[in-house]
């Protein structure tokens, strides 16, 4: 017999670069991301699929700050882990990263089954900025990289179905407001990791839903799911049908893209799986082993993501791990066909389901033969072998029965205060996830007394106002508060994240005309007026809000600083915007992002030589956003020359 699962505490030590501070000002700025269907696919869409590309787009990323404070200097660092353990199997997870699984190593192969990154990396690839690369990772709220990647999360030891201990991670996901739950054991004798998902909608509306697991894989392995076409999307933005394994690529080259080192340029392929079908998906290397990836049948999709082999691609990878690091591969599992898609959750409902990750061991000859048919069910008939379909689903039904509900008994890590306010605020009820109220902190405190007296409190001279909450029950509150100017600037964003933006645009103009401190609601009619397409109007606003500021908090003038200067230099206020930055301190202007708008800046006053120095110099900008093309852009105004791979991370052609 095998031993059973064990559930500890640990430390793992990583050159990291610190998270530093969270962005001050509030995230109104509107998200970009609708995606296009090639007309050419549109006839093909299924029903459901098509309904689900339109369901419910998020907005903006409210009440969520952004993570942006990060650089790129990595020292030493003792990261919180627990380990999940048995005889077969070793799983390190990080609960104050989103609970990452960090390493899944299989013991009698030695074999490390997950891309382990060597280095702890932020950059700007979550919905709200600060993500890493590398394991597994739990993916909710809305199309994109979890607000969660960087956040801790509760974790907890709760008995495992059938005896043991097994790791339950649960948090509040404050954008679509909905907590959810990991459940993470190893059965005993298993070579499996087995993990029970639930995600509860305890409202009395219907929620949109999103959720893909991740998992970084070697990208020297073949990728294998039970689909003859997939959904392609690349950095064209457009969804198109393609078959698999042989496709044509943006540029139109065909090539075998179950292979990730054969595709020249970053993309997504989601693969089309039968509804009768089992739900997998491996990466496998040359022996024909590697890992599979199954789950019950309400996890219904599969994808590959790519870097491919362009120098933009190669630029990304080596960013996000260590110099001469092996690439990696993501292959995908989530509740619908695509990422572009939301699901109906409706009041009072769950989804829940059971995935499993474990080694797998298929004929090297077929799995890499032409005939794609035969490799995949070679791989089918070794899954089916190691862990049958039916032991899934039964493993499925005893974890939802006897063990989902299980109330935590030993408390390892916690997470935010957010879910306990919002249980106070609706009296729910959530058997085995408890947001206790000894998790409340400084950040909740003003909503916790406008929840009990109707008021918030008043802020500290100069301080900035802190973060803000959306949701209706929160909006209803601060429509009765007392009219101050706090209050107008937290119901202004109430409205603006729920499409009002009339109304949030009066809510800031009343709240100048209280007493109060000032730059946080120019800050808003300026977000608000270069949405509305006024730029010279944003413009001042930005440089009114600046001039406003109490001058003593570094965090916030950098921050209001860069979005003042990049919005004075889109208007054409070439003057103010240099005296704006030349004013900013020494500190922030040599950080990366501000030595990009002193060249763009430079080159907008015909200063062609000055800019081009400063790329000459070296600089690197810590949140440079997946599928930034501005450092391209700026290069090819100022030279014919190629563009140096130290600043190559186009995505396209």
């Known amino acids: 017999m095998g031993a059973m699962t064990t559930v500890?505490?640990?430390?793992?030590?990583?050159?990291?670069?610190?998270?530093?501070?969270?962005?001050?000002?509030?995230?109104?700025a509107v998200l970009d991301g609708t995606p296009t269907v090639d007309e050419r696919a549109t006839d093909e869409l299924p029903r459901d699929m098509a309904r689900q590309l339109g369901y419910a787009p998020l907005r903006t990323v409210l009440p969520v700050p952004v993570r942006d404070g990060y650089g790129r200097e990595r020292v030493p660092t003792d990261l919180d882990a627990i380990v999940i353990e048995n005889d077969r199997v070793r799983a390190t997870v990080l609960p104050g990263l989103g609970g990452r699984v960090h390493s899944l190593h299989h013991k009698p192969t030695g074999r490390e089954l997950v891309h382990r990154n060597p280095v702890f990396q932020p950059a700007a690839f979550a919905l709200n900025g600060a993500w890493f690369a590398g394991g597994i990772e739990w993916n909710i709220g809305a199309t994109g990289h979890t607000t969660l990647s960087c956040s801790p999360v509760h974790a907890a030891i709760v008995p495992a179905p059938g005896g043991g201990e097994m790791l339950r991670l649960w948090e509040w996901e404050r954008l679509r407001d909905l907590p959810y739950q990991v459940d993470l054991w190893l059965p005993e004798g298993s070579d499996f990791l087995h993990v029970g998902v639930r995600i509860r909608n305890p409202h009395e509306r219907t929620v949109p839903v999103y959720w893909w697991s991740n998992i970084a894989v070697p990208e020297d392995r073949r990728v294998l799911a039970p689909a003859d076409t997939a959904w392609h999307y690349g950095y064209e933005h457009a969804l198109r049908r393609v078959p698999v394994p042989v496709a044509e690529d943006s540029t139109g080259k065909a090539e075998d893209r179950t292979y990730p080192l054969r595709s020249s340029l970053p993309a997504d392929y989601f693969y089309d799986v039968p509804d009768a079908g089992r739900r997998w998906i491996a990466a496998l290397d040359e022996t024909g082993a590697g890992l599979v990836q199954t789950s019950t049948d309400l996890l219904r999709g599969r994808k590959l993501f790519l870097w491919g082999t362009a120098r933009g691609g190669r630029r990304w990878q080596e960013w996000l791990t260590a110099p001469g690091a092996p690439g990696y591969a993501e292959i995908q599992a989530g509740l619908a066909r695509t990422q572009l898609e939301h699901l109906k959750?409706?009041?009072?409902?769950?989804?829940?389901?059971?995935?499993?990750?474990?080694?797998?061991?298929?004929?090297?000859?077929?799995?890499?033969?032409?005939?794609?048919?035969?490799?995949?069910?070679?791989?089918?008939?070794?899954?089916?072998?190691?862990?049958?379909?039916?032991?899934?689903?039964?493993?499925?039904?005893?974890?939802?029965?006897?063990?989902?509900?299980?109330?935590?008994?030993?408390?390892?890590?916690?997470?935010?205060?957010?879910?306990?306010?919002?249980?106070?605020?609706?009296?729910?009820?959530?058997?085995?996830?408890?947001?206790?109220?000894?998790?409340?902190?400084?950040?909740?405190?003003p909503w916790l007394d406008l929840l009990r007296t109707g008021v918030l409190p008043p802020l500290a001279e100069g301080a900035p106002p802190g973060p803000s909450l959306v949701a209706d029950h929160w909006r209803d509150m601060l429509e009765t508060a007392p009219a101050e100017s706090l209050t107008e600037y937290h119901l202004g964003i109430a409205q603006w994240h729920a499409g009002d933006l009339a109304q949030a645009v009066r809510s800031w103009e009343r709240g100048l005309r209280q007493e109060g401190t000032r730059w946080p609601l120019l800050y808003c009619l300026a977000v608000a007026d270069q949405e509305g397409g006024h730029p010279a109007r944003a413009a001042e606003r930005y440089a009114e809000a600046f001039e406003a500021l109490p001058g003593d908090d570094t965090v916030v003038t950098g921050a209001l600083g860069r979005e003042a200067v990049t919005a004075l230099l889109a208007a054409g206020c070439l003057p103010q915007a240099r005296a704006l930055l030349d004013r900013l301190p020494e500190e922030a202007r040599a950080r990366g992002a501000f030595r990009l708008l002193e060249a763009r800046l430079l080159l907008a006053e015909g200063r062609k030589a000055e800019a081009r120095a400063v790329f000459d110099a070296g600089f690197e900008v810590a949140d440079l956003r997946e599928g930034a093309e501005t450092l391209g852009e700026v290069w090819a105004a100022l030279t014919d020359e190629p563009l140096p791979d130290v600043y190559e991370f186009r995505m396209r052609p």
């Open 8 to 28: 500890r505490r640990a430390v793992l030590t990583l050159p990291a670069a610190p998270l530093g501070p969270d962005n001050p000002l509030p995230a109104l």
């Open 345 to 445: 959750l409706e009041g009072g409902a769950e989804f829940s389901w059971l995935e499993t990750y474990g080694p797998l061991a298929a004929e090297a000859g077929t799995v890499h033969g032409e005939d794609w048919a035969a490799a995949r069910a070679d791989v089918e008939r070794a899954l089916e072998t190691a862990l049958p379909r039916a032991a899934v689903d039964a493993a499925y039904a005893t974890w939802r029965a006897a063990a989902a509900d299980a109330e935590p008994v030993t408390v390892l890590a916690t997470g935010s205060g957010w879910g306990a306010l919002e249980v106070l605020a609706q009296r729910h009820e959530l058997p085995g996830t408890p947001f206790a109220a000894s998790t409340l902190g400084e950040e909740q405190k």
